[in-house]
């Protein structure tokens, strides 16, 4: 019994309608995938569409297709955090806190319903 080639990745049409293709390229859905192909690793090592690419990078770039490529391949670097503990506040500022010093505990909505009234 012959293998049967694994699936091709392709990239989905947002702009597709319900008469269009879901892919860039136009092809058609081919069906289900076997299982094996559903797991994310698995996915990832399966070639692209290359007439996708080419559409996709024709519509946003380069540098999008490399990002693409990149979080296909799980290369992607994500963005630097800012390191907010080495960020110090001002030790004065020019504009006063709205919040005041001495801050009261907080009630229920009850107990300030049955708190007698002044």
């Known amino acids: 019994m012959p293998r ?9 049409n947002q702009d597709s309608g319900l008469d269009d293709s879901p892919y860039l390229c136009e092809a058609s859905r081919a069906g289900s995938w076997p299982e094996k192909y559903l797991d994310d690793a698995v996915a990832r090592t399966l070639e692209l569409c290359e007439s996708c690419l080419e559409i996709y990078e024709s519509n946003r770039g380069s540098e999008a297709k490399e990002t693409l490529l990149a979080r296909l391949s799980g290369t992607l670097v994500p963005p630097t955090t800012t390191d907010t503990e080495s960020v110090s506040e001002p030790e004065s500022s020019p504009i006063e806190s ?15 319903l049955n708190e007698p009234s002044a």
């Open 98 to 112: 709205p919040v005041s010093d001495s801050i009261g505990e907080a009630k229920t909505l009850r107990q300030y």
């Open 4 to 12: 049967t080639p694994p699936p091709i990745l392709h990239i989905g």
